[in-house]
């Protein structure tokens, strides 16, 4: 296993403790930044699809396994997050790369996590997107810049 | 087996995306039943939405089918309504001609008009009694309302009929109230004259006009029409008078040939 992967596994835990303590005395309203998302990204830029999903689907399992709902939302919409960041890969200029696949991989994650929570239930996804996705979404990619920005040099290879 | 792990090297990206959604999904089946309460009721409205195109589909297909049919059946019954509105319409004119054969003093032989005579001459009708239904030459023809003509042609089986409206046609004619007589023919439109009525007698539009009896064809007392118009020159003898005919000869159908009495056949006149 190369060291990059072993520095990101460790970057995972320790978003993870942080997302699990730490982001809920950040909380605005409710919105709060996804930290495991702006680390998977990160990652799947890196290291592609395969590894992006891979990585999106294990710590989506293992968020599904500490929280309350349904297991396997949270390793699906991951999948697919770092599935479509792994994609999106030198798609875009350098400078936006970072944040332009943390907004595309974002949207899609919620979208399909939210979707599959509202089933059969009487919320409105459209409400529920534009006032809870996106406010989220643009959190999660503000405090992603801020932190893309010292985590890319610890990350350099 | 070599060939199955190039495929999957080939495209593992696609292969690992489908193995981690459908077991993210397989996960999700393994929740409690609350949990999956939301995806059941989605699975089912899909089902259910499902169910309600292809409902929908056949209630269109089946609707079109059905419309085809009622419209088929709709022609169906018009035509049919149609014949039996011209059942009853015939029926009543035929009582109508039933009551007035029984009622009227007449010998007459009952005829349909089955065409209009093409001579540019002889503006005439054809039925269809001739000689076998003892139809002869120059006998008066009839409806319960009127005049409308006499055999000109006689044919077996058929015959043609000189109508009033012809140019030739002259009937004698007498107006009912004055009880003076005169010539009906044609004016060459929709009426016909009544012709030799002096300036001195008394006519007023309404009276009636009958044959006068005074021929070896017509009997006395059928109508001819009514006066519709009385007009005067004081340079002339005669008064020019208009009758509106009381058969509507565009719209005959059934008439009566009225055999003539052996006592008219000797008799000298004008038609």
Do not use: C
């Not at chain 2, 309504?81 to 319409?89: A, D, I």
């Amino acid at each position: 296993m190369s060291q990059l992967v072993i520095r990101y596994l460790l970057l995972f835990l320790f978003a993870f403790i942080l997302q699990m303590t730490l982001v809920n005395f950040i909380e605005i309203l409710q919105w709060r930044p996804d930290l495991l998302l702006i680390v998977l990204v990160a990652f799947a830029l890196r290291k592609g699809p395969d590894w992006g999903m891979t990585a999106g689907f294990l710590i989506g399992l293992l968020q599904d396994m500490v929280g309350t709902e349904l297991i396997g939302l949270a390793a699906l919409s991951k999948t697919v997050a770092g599935f479509l960041a792994g994609v999106l890969s030198g798609k875009f200029a350098e400078r936006a790369q970072f944040l332009l696949t943390l907004l595309i991989s974002g949207l899609a994650h919620d979208f399909i996590y939210f979707f599959i929570y509202t089933l059969g239930e009487h919320f409105s996804l459209q409400s529920l997107i534009i006032f809870y996705t996106i406010p989220n979404l643009m959190y999660t990619i503000i405090i992603g810049g801020l932190l893309y920005y010292f985590m890319e040099p610890l990350m350099a290879e | 087996m070599k060939k199955v792990f190039g495929i999957f090297s080939q495209r593992r990206t696609v292969f690992l995306l489908g193995f981690y959604v459908v077991f993210s999904l397989f996960l999700m089946t393994l929740n409690d039943p609350y949990q999956l309460r939301g995806i059941r009721i989605a699975v089912l409205q899909t089902m259910s939405w499902m169910h309600q195109i292809r409902d929908h589909v056949n209630l269109v297909k089946n609707l079109k089918e059905e419309n085809q049919q009622l419209r088929k059946k709709l022609l169906e019954k018009s035509l049919e309504n149609q014949q039996m509105q011209e059942s009853m319409l015939e029926n009543i004119r035929l009582h109508r001609m039933l009551k007035f054969k029984e009622e009227s003093n007449y010998s007459l032989i009952a005829a349909k008009v089955i065409g209009y005579g093409q001579e540019p001459t002889i503006r005439s009708l054809i039925l269809d009694v001739g000689s076998a239904d003892s139809v002869e030459k120059n006998q008066p023809v009839i409806t319960d309302l009127g005049l409308v003509g006499k055999s000109l042609v006689v044919e077996k089986n058929q015959s043609i009929v000189q109508i009033l409206m012809d140019r030739n046609s002259l009937v004698s004619a007498r107006l009912q109230k004055s009880r003076e007589v005169g010539v009906v023919g044609w004016s060459g439109n929709l009426w016909l004259d009544l012709n030799y009525i002096s300036r001195e007698v008394v006519v007023e539009p309404g009276e009636v006009v009958l044959t006068s009896g005074l021929s070896r064809i017509y009997p006395a007392g059928i109508k001819i029409g009514i006066v519709a118009e009385v007009r005067e020159n004081e340079y002339e003898l005669f008064k020019q008078i208009k009758i509106k005919p009381a058969v509507d000869f565009d719209r005959l159908e059934e008439v009566f040939v009225i055999k003539t009495p052996d006592s008219l056949k000797s008799r000298e006149g004008i038609d």
